[in-house]
């Protein structure tokens, strides 16, 4: 018997019939004689639809506090079908708000982060033998008011609940069965993996894999919470993201991300000299504005190129920031680029292989892409390419680092 947090995505909890689904499968669980937590996100395309509604009176920027009640409430809906389901089948369950419980956060409204989990009304049901069904993607800060923790945010509450209560295991079920080596999507024969480390599973969250919110990998890994990521679907064992890999023979690659999500910016002929890099980015950070990748060339003649990355969604201000600021700088040109893609690949074997770069930049080359922008960290190699090579440089990478799942290739 163990105590197992699952928590089902928008898409588990679609529509009746798909709640009902839910439902069998906890039940399961029950059976099986494991206590469960349930965490639910609201039915897919609810939050958007909420947000729409909000962003038609409140214009660009809704009142946050008000924002936070507005979108809560689509968690509200599926924890109430969910518990009604399970007692039809006979399991006993309760439906919980983010401060019934309570999940205590700080007052940023829409990003809120969870400071603090009150276990005892979740452990009492438990011993009662009831399944509590916890809205998550909400909490409650210390005036009482409801906050909301970032789209996406429920895995974060299901992985923060499970470390709370010392959980066994963290499931995220959802509508893919596992991580693959990439996005099935692109690469047909894509392989499903086991294992990743929690490392590597923060790489590939962070650079575009959508499988998993990267704050809740980061949490699941700071508190060294089992998480499972399998299909609401189908049986099967998904995959688990560990602390290391035990006993295993660790590929050089354990997987290929891509993020179509980011914008390029480059300063040319600005003079190279102290200070101008902060000269550039101040501005940037103070408007609040991410910035991912830094390139600066060697300078020419007393003159440099400075060019960085930024999320897409972010790019019109931050070119227009610069613009205005272009004569601080004395920069000869200021241009930008929104059609890019970055492609990284990820391995915690890459530490103790030489010439992975090398493999890259090559398998890269022999499909004639060009590499406008390079980044590496010990286990990620992220290259910018133009966004039309996506596709290509995706299936170039996957083939040179031989990921693909043998037995489906021999198929095809
Ligand atoms: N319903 C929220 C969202 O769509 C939270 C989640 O699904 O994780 O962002
Ligand atoms: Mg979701």
Avoid: W
């Amino acid at each position: 018997m163990a105590l197992i947090v699952q928590k089902y995505g928008g898409t588990s909890v679609g529509d009746v019939e798909r709640i009902q689904g839910v439902a069998r499968r906890v039940a399961r669980y029950k059976e099986a004689g494991h206590d469960v937590v349930v965490v639910v996100s609201a039915i897919s395309g609810e939050t958007n639809r909420l947000m729409a509604m909000g962003q038609q009176i409140g214009g660009d920027k809704p009142l946050p506090r008000e924002l936070d009640v507005l979108l809560s409430s689509g968690e509200q809906v599926t924890i109430a079908l969910l518990s009604m389901a399970l007692m039809q089948l006979g399991v006993s369950a309760k439906s919980l708000l983010g401060d019934q419980v309570a999940v205590h956060t700080d007052s940023a409204f829409g990003k809120a982060r969870i400071e603090r989990i009150d276990t005892q009304t979740l452990k009492a049901d438990l011993d009662q033998g009831v399944v509590p069904v916890v809205a998550g993607f909400q909490g409650v800060n210390g005036d009482g008011d409801i906050t909301t923790l970032g789209r996406g945010g429920s895995d974060t509450s299901a992985v923060a609940l499970a470390a709370a209560l010392h959980a066994d295991e963290c499931e995220i079920c959802t509508d893919v069965d596992g991580v693959y080596t990439a996005d099935p999507r692109i690469i047909k024969d894509a392989r499903r993996l086991d294992q990743v480390t929690f490392e590597e599973m923060l790489e590939l969250a962070s650079l575009g894999s959508k499988v998993l919110h990267p704050r809740s990998v980061e949490f699941a890994g700071r508190y060294k919470v089992p998480l499972r990521v399998l299909s609401t679907f189908q049986e099967g064992p998904g995959t688990l993201i560990t602390m290391e890999m035990d006993n295993m023979e660790q590929a050089i690659v354990s997987g290929i991300a891509h993020a179509l999500d980011e914008a390029k910016i480059t300063v040319a002929g600005v003079p190279d000299i102290p200070g101008v890099a902060s000269k550039i980015l101040g501005p940037i950070g103070r408007k609040n504005i991410e910035v991912d990748m830094i390139l600066q060339n060697t300078g020419a003649d007393g003159l440099t190129d400075f060019t960085f990355t930024v999320k897409r969604q972010d790019f019109a201000e931050a070119l227009a920031t610069l613009e205005n600021m272009a004569k601080e700088f004395s920069a000869r040109e200021i241009s930008g680029d929104d059609a890019i893609a970055k492609v990284s690949i990820v391995g915690v074997g890459m530490r103790s292989h030489a010439g992975v770069a090398t493999r890259m930049f090559d398998a890269l080359a022999a499909e004639n892409i060009n590499i406008q922008m390079i980044s590496t960290s010990e286990i990620k190699i992220s290259v910018v390419v133009a966004e039309r090579y996506m596709e290509l440089a995706v299936r170039a990478l996957h083939a040179e680092f031989e990921l693909h799942d043998q037995e489906q290739s021999a198929n095809v």
